[in-house]
């Protein structure tokens, strides 16, 4: 089958490369050329374990190619993705002009039918305003009988994971009211269901509603878990015991179940502000969810306060060394990261800090830029030399021993 994915990031990159893999012919599109060359170089503008391989291997087959080219990308794909960013606007809502603009570059350029597919996590209600873009582009063209579908297809891809849960996926959401789209879609999933169909298909705006559930669920166990674990250090409890002894419960499970220095990345934070400010725009205030983002903003500055207690509230003088900087291991996406909120809690109390992450240092340069109180070092040990403590952040393996 041919297919086209918008956007090179985490999601359109990983769908892209995993669906050739299937044997598929995919063109990747992105806006930015700097990404492109890059890809066409052989490199891989994200760290994501796994996706290097798969990206070389489908380049050499032929059957995976990367361009800025518009007129291109729409024309080759049946079946085209969407997986372009999704920033939280000012008010907390999603901004969703990358995706509408994706959706008008389609509808100014498709010769025939396309199933249009929104991959990227978007507000309920999203899959109407692709549509009406296209429609509105084709109209101009006097092209209105032309046919598409939208379909809803969000994606559950964990970074650090992402291939693995693409090519392995526990559910496969699709969102479409179109027999036509169903069925190109069951055929492009054929390959991920053979041992079993994991195909959920459903109306579009539940399997929009889906992504943000899901992901709303899973920050709420962490704020739940991240609260459990201050109260358990005041009683006298341990908290890893506690997890074992609720987690051992199969209504509860394991998962997600770790206290730690607060959520971040690319989707719970903007997610759970998109779907509490959806929600106020209802009428319908989601009070959990509120206290979820409230806790999960304190979690953030729980490991300054335990350096306050200690050392005192003026840190002048003193030097902090910090290990682990992405928000999670076997990512280099600063997105959100708890780490950028220590760093600036510590050095507003007039600390230097030394830090080191296993593979986000080029990107944790760039988004600091360059400053007197904060050093980068290339070993983790070399982090620790004159430190008054160190503090761990994120949880790669190398700091376990």
């Not at 359109?12 to 060359?37: F, S, Y």
């Not at 929104?118 to 209600?125: C, I, L, N, W």
């Not at 929009?208 to 962490?222: G, Q, S, V």
């Not at 739940?224 to 005041?234: D, I, Q, S, T, V």
Request: one cysteine or more; charged letters at 25%.
């Amino acid at each position: 089958m041919k297919v086209t994915a918008i956007g090179t990031g985490y999601v359109g990159l990983v769908t892209g490369a995993c669906l050739a893999e299937m044997g598929n012919h995919v063109v990747c599109l992105d806006v930015n050329p700097e990404k492109i060359r890059i890809l066409n170089e052989g490199g891989i503008p994200i760290h994501e374990p796994g996706l290097d391989a798969v990206v070389r291997r489908n380049v050499a087959a032929g059957r995976l190619q990367f361009t800025t080219d518009v007129d291109q990308a729409v024309q080759h794909g049946t079946v085209l993705f969407i997986g372009v960013g999704t920033p939280p606007d000012e008010d907390g809502s999603a901004d969703l002009q990358y995706v509408v603009a994706a959706a008008r570059s389609i509808g100014q350029r498709m010769t025939d039918y396309k199933v249009i597919v929104d991959k990227s996590t978007v507000p309920v209600g999203t899959a109407d305003k692709v549509r009406a873009a296209v429609k509105e582009e084709l109209e101009k063209r006097g092209l209105g009988g032309m046919g598409y579908a939208v379909v809803s297809n969000p994606e559950f891809l964990k970074e650090g994971a992402a291939v693995e849960d693409f090519m392995k996926p526990d559910r496969i959401i699709v969102g479409s009211d179109d027999e036509q789209a169903t069925l190109m879609m069951r055929a492009l999933y054929a390959p991920f269901n053979r041992t079993q169909d994991r195909m959920l298909v459903m109306d579009v705006r539940s399997a929009e509603f889906t992504k943000y559930a899901a992901n709303a669920m899973l920050a709420t166990r962490i704020s739940f878990m991240n609260e459990l674990a201050l109260l358990a250090e005041r009683v006298g409890a341990d908290i890893e015991l506690v997890r074992r002894g609720i987690g051992s419960d199969p209504r509860i499970g394991y998962q997600f179940l770790y206290a730690g220095a607060g959520y971040g990345g690319s989707c719970f934070p903007k997610d759970v502000k998109a779907l509490v400010k959806a929600a106020a725009d209802t009428g319908i205030p989601l009070k959990v969810l509120t206290a979820v983002e409230e806790a999960n903003e304190r979690q953030k500055r729980v490991l300054v306060d335990k350096v306050v207690e200690r050392f005192g509230a003026d840190l002048t003088g003193r030097r902090f060394a910090i290990w682990g900087l992405a928000f999670k291991p076997n990512t280099d996406d600063m997105r959100e990261a708890p780490a950028l909120v220590v760093i600036d809690e510590l050095t507003k109390r007039g600390a230097t800090v030394a830090a080191y992450d296993p593979v986000s240092m080029p990107e944790t340069a760039r988004v600091l830029g360059p400053r007197d109180d904060v050093t980068l070092v290339e070993r983790a040990d070399a982090a620790l030399q004159g430190a008054d403590a160190l503090l761990i952040v994120t949880e790669w393996k190398e700091f376990r021993t």
